[in-house]
């Protein structure tokens, strides 16, 4: 089964601009979707797709729930606790006995880097990546892509700033990939301490000072401070965090232009984001929710489909 | 491949079936109390523009034209796989107790109404719907039938029946293309 996007969807860096773009453009009919009165279309009734989610999230979760029931799809979505996994299961044992079950995709969130690929490889049913340790969450990638094209129009030469933990973002990851491939400029901008070692091989620019990124940015896309992912000290406190690298009212106020703020949550308000700026007339940070939901439908509706062995006898079914 | 074009409809010939079309619909409905003239993208959505356009140079009324896009109602998306590019639908009104007119280019199989059946009753419950199509081409693989029709033709399943209009195509014509057989 191959689709204009392949098999799987496990990353934005093998994605070529003219996938990325066919993404962003599906999704934009499937927002008015979940306009309506009645929140559904049959595109994929009979389809059964599991979320295999072995880290704890709330949002992407229950955003790709709602991409797959608006899509007609039969969902299960699995938690880790509660599991056989914690039974000591391995992967690869718990997605071919549900594989047995005869499902048709999998939605997964891992800790670890790479699981997705690792999945994709060794199992028939299309794989999609919902964050995986700290590599990719390339359906984040596309609504922060989707998001920032809805507000500008065009992401070709777009300046955008990735604010933060750098080094434990998938989605700083899928960010850079994506944006860099739609033209866009990238720069990053945090404490030394969570910036990858190598961050100027991603082709980006590297503020120190956030004053200085939020002069040369048109949108600021500000991360997480993943604390749960903090064993050692990357940082002196969360409150010289904020006094440095928060993104408050004043320091925006300062700017000469206007800047479009993402973040893609959970929020530790006051740390990295001040509520002023959160809740603030520049912040996109609910739009991106919404398109997330539209996003994967995209995502779900492009794999679902193209068994090229079929195609031939189904022709004469379109209507010209 | 194509060896053989031959024009069903020229521009001026497009232009009074259209009308003709109009009328029909104003009569078949009673007048255009209610009336919901719903085009099927990506020309049905044109040929509902002239045919409201008739419609209020005739009835001085503006009747609400909407738009459907099929695609995710298809039958198909197994087989055929996922269409290039999905358009999209736009019905801001409530359907219920409403006479909805679909509008479509070519009827051929009947399977892109069958599905524009199923996403209209997605949008309430119109007191009757009815279909008009600009050419009906035969074959039909589903039990449908237009009520309203600009020109009826048995037209070979190996040939292929291609509207164009002003507004994407640059110009107004209907032509039957075929296709060399082996």
Known sequence: ?320 | MTTDNSTLLDSRAMDRTLRRMAEEIVELNDGTADLIVVGIQRRGVQLADRIVRTIFEREHVSVPRGALDITLYRDDLQTVGPRPVVGPTDLPWNLDGKQVVIVDDVLYTGRTVRAALDELADFGRPSRVSLAVLVDRGGRELPIHADVVGKKITVDPRDRVDVFVEELDGRDAVVIVRTERA
């Open chain 1, 1 to 320: 089964m191959t689709s204009a996007l392949g098999k799987d969807l496990l990353d934005l860096e093998s994605l070529t601009p003219d996938q990325i773009r066919l993404v962003l453009d599906t999704a934009v009919p499937f927002k008015e979707i979940s306009e309506r009165a009645i929140k559904k279309v049959p595109a994929l009734r009979g389809q059964t797709i599991v979320n295999l989610f072995f880290e704890a999230s709330t949002r992407t979760r229950i955003s790709f729930e709602f991409a797959e029931k608006r899509l007609s799809a039969d969902t299960v979505s699995i938690a880790s606790s509660g599991s056989s996994v914690q039974k000591g299961e391995t992967l690869v044992d718990t997605a071919r006995n549900l594989e047995a079950m005869r499902i048709d995709m999998v939605v997964i969130r891992h800790g670890a880097s790479g699981a997705a690929r690792f999945l994709a490889d060794r199992i028939e049913s299309n794989v999609i990546n919902a964050g995986d340790g700290t590599h990719e969450h390339p359906t984040q990638g596309l609504l922060d892509l989707l998001t920032l094209r809805d507000h500008f129009g065009s992401l070709e030469g777009l300046r955008v700033c990735i604010v933060g933990d750098v080094l434990h973002s998938r989605v700083a990851r899928s960010n850079i990939w994506g944006l860099r491939k739609m033209g866009a400029e990238v720069a990053v901008c945090g404490p030394k301490s969570l910036l990858p070692y190598a961050i100027a091989d991603f082709g980006v620019t590297v503020f120190p000072r956030v004053e200085e990124a939020i002069e040369w940015a048109q949108a600021l896309n500000i991360l997480r401070l993943q604390l749960e992912r903090m064993h050692a000290g990357y940082i002196p406190s969360l409150r010289e965090y904020n006094r440095v690298f928060g993104i408050t009212r004043e320091r925006l106020d300062r700017a000469t232009r206007d800047v479009l703020i993402l973040h893609p949550g959970p929020m530790n308000r006051g740390v990295e984001i001040d509520s002023d700026v959160a809740d603030g007339p520049h912040s996109v940070i609910l739009n991106q929710v919404t398109n997330g939901v539209a996003v994967r439908m995209a995502v779900l509706y492009l794999l679902a489909g193209g068994r090229p062995e079929l195609a031939e006898a189904a022709k004469g079914g379109g209507e010209r």
